[in-house]
């Protein structure tokens, strides 16, 4: 396993000029060879001024075109998908069945999005014909979506593969006839640059403008902010921290013309356990609350960091329950040092409140670098409504439980949370019935609702949203996850009275392409 350590600028290596960083090994804390060096400010204005030529071509592209792209950078990454594990498995100190399946999930929306720009009526083209005859005439007019520009996308510490170099936001801006610009994490640059080169491999062999991909490394904050303010980006794709998140927003409406930025940053997804379902089935919700709180160290943006559940024996017994696998847990491996640090400093304030009991926490790890341990905390409605504070992200295998007293403090308390990715419910059909209200309040807080399930786990497929209202992202219309991500990175534009053959074919009256469009009002793929 070879590395150059650079970034990639179309075809070409980036320097080694830069400030230099290395990637670390988790679970031991040492350093992995080789040196990495970030990206210089010239390396910076090569890859935009490369993707910005890319666009011209790259945009008009055929669907046809661009799907077979984008499959080939699926065959590239199984093929060497030993490698990438192998080095993953090292960066990151997560197992290998786990990159076994992420890279099945990265390749497998490559292809979902091949699909999706091959049959091309994601597009949303839509024709309303012209009559010359009436007074005043009516224009011809056309319109469809068109991509935006390049963009720049974030890679993200708790998924290397799937929302990184290749996944969801880079397939679909890649999709929609973006070039790309991938700012990698500085947590596992290695993984980065092996699925990079995969992507670049892709770019030659379908005889691409160069331009169409770069990949740009740094050891901080510095490559990824000026990318954000360069004036050729477009729009950003971010998955991580509220706080980066934010500072990416502010940087790119601070702009003389300012872009999207289309952040995922992180949610509590709470969980509400209905009466029916606490009284049957509390034993099952124990153990599926423990699995999804702890999979993956309890790094994942879907864990359910808030449990709502009624004050009394039952609520008892399922605390009792979850505390006792908390207890036998081994330690979790944290994806690096600063992320180690602030779940740390997270428990350290949760056990330092006189409104938080902790309930349970596994035995003290050693030896590990960046291991921790699980913990079950508890609290009352009351302190929640008093304190927002209580509802945000503890980033680690971790969850707060909630006793409420009455139905009244329940639903106060879900009008009380901020924007989340996820809500579930678990519940009988008697109590779906009865707790309508609840459904109609989350369905103004998240992006999706769970029924007797777990939120982590999320299925890439068109109906999937990832997605949610402030802070939980920044734009709650959009999704980072399933095809309808395509969205992000597309604009419409209209024709109006434009001659035949000045229009894009998705507009032309014959419908070569066969894509369903809306013709005077009523839908038609002929």
Request: charged share 20%.
């Amino acid at each position: 396993m070879t590395f150059t350590g650079l970034s990639l600028i179309g075809r070409l290596q980036g320097i080694s000029g830069g400030k230099t960083f290395h990637a670390n090994n988790p679970a031991t804390g040492q350093p992995l060879e080789p040196t990495f060096f970030s990206a210089h400010p010239e390396e910076i204005t090569r890859a935009v001024a490369l993707a910005r030529e890319a666009f011209d071509s790259y945009s008009v592209l055929d669907g046809k075109s661009r799907a077979a792209f984008l499959r080939r950078i699926a065959d590239g990454i199984e093929a060497n998908a030993a490698e990438i594990t192998e080095r993953a498995n090292l960066e990151t100190g997560l197992p290998v069945a786990r990159f076994q399946n992420e890279i099945g999930r990265t390749c497998h929306q490559l292809r979902l999005f091949a699909d999706v720009a091959e049959e091309g009526s994601w597009v949303h083209a839509r024709i309303d014909h012209g009559d010359a005859a009436r007074k005043p005439p009516v224009p011809d007019v056309r319109s469809m979506l068109r991509p935006l520009g390049p963009v720049v996308v974030f890679g993200a510490s708790n998924f290397p593969l799937a929302f990184s170099t290749a996944g969801g936001d880079t397939a679909s801006a890649l999709a929609a006839g973006n070039p790309v610009i991938v700012k990698a994490h500085p947590a596992h640059p290695g993984t980065g640059e092996l699925v990079a080169r995969a992507i670049q491999t892709a770019v030659r062999d379908c005889g691409l403008h160069p331009g169409v991909f770069s990949f740009l490394l740094d050891a901080s904050t510095t490559v990824g902010a000026a990318l954000v303010a360069h004036p050729d980006v477009k729009a950003v794709g971010f998955t991580g921290s509220l706080a980066a998140g934010r500072a990416l927003m502010d940087i790119a409406a601070a702009r003389p013309h300012p872009i999207p930025v289309f952040a995922e940053m992180g949610s509590t997804n709470p969980v509400f356990i209905l009466p029916g379902a606490l009284r049957e089935r509390s034993e099952q919700i124990a153990s599926g609350l423990y699995a999804s709180i702890t999979i993956g160290s309890g790094q994942f943006c879907t864990k359910p960091g808030l449990v709502f559940v009624s004050a009394g024996e039952a609520a008892t017994s399922l605390a009792a329950a979850v505390a006792q696998r908390v207890r036998e847990a081994a330690p979790f491996t944290m994806l690096t040092k600063g992320i180690h640090a602030h779940y740390a400093d997270a428990r350290e304030r949760r056990n330092g409140r006189s409104d938080i009991e902790l309930v349970a926490v596994a035995p003290m790890p050693s030896g590990a670098a960046f291991a921790a341990p699980a913990a079950l905390y508890r609290s009352k409605a009351e302190s929640l409504l008093a304190d927002p504070h209580l509802t945000d992200e503890v980033f680690g295998p971790n969850t707060l439980l909630v006793e409420h007293s009455s139905r009244e403090q329940v639903l106060a308390a879900a009008r009380h949370l901020e924007g989340h990715l996820t809500a579930t419910i678990h519940g009988t059909e008697q109590d779906i019935l009865e707790w309508a209200e609840l459904i109609a309040i989350l369905e103004t807080k998240v992006g999706r609702l769970v029924f007797n399930g777990f939120p982590t786990g999320v299925e890439v497929n068109h109906a999937m949203v990832h997605g949610g209202p402030y802070p939980a992202t920044s734009d709650g219309r959009s999704t980072s996850v399933g095809s309808a991500a395509i969205f992000r990175f597309a604009r419409p534009v209209c024709y109006q009275d434009f001659p035949r053959s000045a229009l894009p074919a998705e507009l032309r009256d014959e419908n070569e392409l066969h894509i369903w469009r809306m013709v005077d009002g009523k839908m038609s793929n002929l």
